[in-house]
């Protein structure tokens, strides 16, 4: 049967494939051909890899068959064909096996050690009987079934699974009256990787978002990796507000690990050709600490950076870094402007912590999600809090006749047990009543705690080129805020003294100022005064200039995440999914541990950036 195409996606090619050809080392040994050192076209150098990326794929499928009985094994428990699609489209349930002995039963995924959750593209064989070794499927081919899976129904908690996949044959049930004939589902491998690759190879060359940077390192007499004298015998690397040159000395780099950074740098001040660099090191020199650096100049720089990795584990770790040296910048440990750095991918997986958990899209969606909430977000808090600031006085005998209303219905409810007990109950009940002070401060501290965490969520995960003027006029009122209900709840101020700091316009001029200081020489109502007209400001002023989105749902802000963050972190086969993203263009990439990627793998990262981009492996 087919060998393979070189159209569609790579698990349709992968279902084409019998038992017979998977165990078949010899399958391609015919169309492989030896890959050449130039190459005419970046079409000649992707099709010069696609044979090569099928035998690899087949490959794994045998080496991984060869020992079916320590795989991963679930049980098939439903089965129902989505007749309205072409080829044989499932809806499955899968669920753990139940394994007698003789004195219990207990479940389990028999090579699983953990509890295991299917992913999209994973491969299963199924079969009525679970097989020891590849081979054993040879025995009667007809019964030998492949299914990818290609998509995951999200927030299931197990143990049972429901997912839909691409069947080579149908998956139909066994009919058993004593349930002991049932469709086993061995996991063979994921093609994930594999599958992203193969569509960068497919696909036309001239759709991808930059193409040019490819055909200029596939030149054989290409110069793209050489140096631009004019960039970089310029004076100083160019970002507004400081010396970034003096700024990288601080953090202690070596000749080489310097030269690295600024080498990079100065390629991307270069608009006159594409930069390809590659920087190497044997281990222990300190390369991953040199990347965090170049990052945190590239951050400073305000270049739209993509920065990959081959596995989660190295992304995560040249995430942590670079989050420790932002931190270290950071005025107050409330907050910190992390907004422009983005993190995404597989949560679990890359074992997101709290040092991480702010710069990883998934939390900073929900975040921003509670924040833009129309009844209990950022408007609400904003709007509560000015006019609480404004009406607080009003607000108090507005509680008083309240409370007043209510001890006269109790009293009236009382009478019944006699007049003693009511008179006794009023008096306790004015007894409960808040004094001023004690209203203000906490009904303050109810309205500041949902204000202050706003304030925090959106200067924590919205860039301050975004905010713009704003995140000057926020982190202010998040300190303002602070102070007064820091003064509230330690300064002693009688209630007549609170009642005209409320009293006055919250425009408060000098003269008002001095009037107040005058009066009350060793209060601190002249300083609650000052911090509340300040607060109310601030407040008005953002309610005019911050406009915050209400209502959005998880994809939109998705969107407002990455069009926001100018350096983006994932593993390089997560990158695919930036093509799919609707963003400004990316400017450079920068490849971590890029010794380990696949031939072509970077192809997919590579053609997310723009039209100049600088291209660095590490």
């Known amino acids: 049967m087919g060998k393979g195409k070189s159209q569609g996606d790579l698990a349709d090619v992968v279902l084409e494939w019998p038992i017979k050809d998977v165990l078949n080392k010899d399958l391609f040994k015919d169309q492989v051909a030896r890959v050449p050192n130039t190459f005419q ?65 207990s479940t389990s995924t028999v090579g699983g050690k953990e509890p295991f959750i299917p992913q999209r593209d994973d491969v299963f064989v199924s079969t009525e009987t679970k097989p020891k070794v590849a ?39 066994p009919q058993s009256d004593n349930n002991k004939k049932f469709l086993l589902a061995v996991l063979v491998m994921n093609i994930k990787t594999n599958g992203r690759i193969w569509k960068s190879l497919c696909s036309d060359p001239t759709m991808h978002r930059n193409s040019n940077v490819i055909k ?151 975040r921003l999600e509670e924040c833009f909430a129309p009844s209990s977000g950022w408007s609400h808090h904003l709007n509560s809090m000015i006019e609480f600031l404004e009406d607080c006085v009003h607000s108090y005998k507005l509680y008083l006749g309240n409370e007043k209303k209510e001890g006269e219905k109790d009293s009236l409810n009382e009478k019944k047990k006699g007049e003693e007990n009511s008179l006794n109950k009023k008096k306790k009940g004015e007894e409960d009543l808040l004094k001023f002070h004690k209203f203000v401060q906490q009904r303050f501290s109810l309205k500041a705690k949902g204000l202050l965490e706003c304030i925090r969520i959106l200067v924590t995960h919205l860039p301050a080129t975004l905010l713009g003027i704003n995140y000057k ?25 609170l009642e005209e700091v409320f009293a006055h316009s919250e425009e408060l001029n000098s003269a008002t100022s001095q009037l107040i200081g005058r009066k009350y ?21 953002l309610h005019g200039s911050l406009k915050i989105p209400q209502g959005l749902g998880k994809q939109v802000i998705q969107e407002l995440c ?32 890029a010794a380990q990627l696949k031939e072509c793998e970077s192809t997919n990262s590579l053609t997310t950036v723009g039209h100049m981009p600088c291209y660095s492996h590490w």
């Open 41 to 105: 076209s970046i079409h000649h150098y992707f099709q010069s890899y696609v044979t090569p990326l099928l035998e690899e794929t087949r490959a794994e499928m045998c080496s991984n068959m060869e020992n079916l009985s320590q795989a991963t094994t679930l049980k098939i428990e439903e089965s129902k064909r989505r007749r309205k699609e072409e080829g044989f489209v499932y809806n499955i349930k899968v669920g753990p096996l139940k394994i007698s002995t003789p004195n219990s039963t």
């Open 216 to 366: 200029d390192v596939l030149q054989p007499d290409s110069m793209v990796g050489g140096r631009c004298h004019f960039c970089s015998s310029s004076q100083g690397i160019r970002v507004e507000g400081i010396n970034l040159h003096e700024e990288l000395l601080s953090f202690g780099l070596n000749e080489s690990q310097m030269d690295a950074v600024l080498t990079s740098l100065y390629a991307r001040q270069c608009s006159g050709k594409h930069s390809v660099k590659l920087i190497w090191g044997p281990p222990g020199t300190g390369k991953t600490k040199t990347v965090s650096v170049l990052l945190w100049a590239l951050l400073q720089m305000k270049c739209r950076t993509l920065t990959c990795a081959p596995t989660n584990v190295a992304v995560r770790e040249v995430a942590s870094r670079l989050v420790r040296l932002v931190g270290e910048s950071c005025p107050t440990r409330d907050y910190c402007s992390l907004g422009s750095i983005l993190l995404f991918g597989n949560k679990e997986r890359m074992n997101i912590d709290d040092d991480l958990e702010d710069v990883f899209l998934d939390h900073r969606v929900d």
């Open 135 to 173: 081979y054993d499927l040879l025995k009667e081919p007809s019964s030998y079934h492949v299914a990818v899976v290609t998509y995951v129904k999200s927030d299931q908690s197990g143990p049972s699974y429901k997912v839909r996949v691409k069947a080579s044959k149908p998956i139909v049930l």
């Open 473 to 497: 006029r926020l982190t202010n009122l998040h300190h303002f805020l602070q102070s007064f209900e820091s003064l509230l709840s330690t300064a002693s101020i009688a209630d007549k003294e």
């Open 521 to 541: 020489k060793r209060s601190t109502a002249p300083l609650l005064c000052k911090i509340r007209s300040d607060c109310l400001w601030l407040l008005r002023s």
């Open 562 to 593: 990455f069009k926001g963050a100018s350096l983006i972190l994932c593993t390089v086969s997560t990158s695919f999914r930036l093509h799919s993203v609707e963003m400004d263009p990316l400017e450079m990439l920068v490849i971590d541990e």
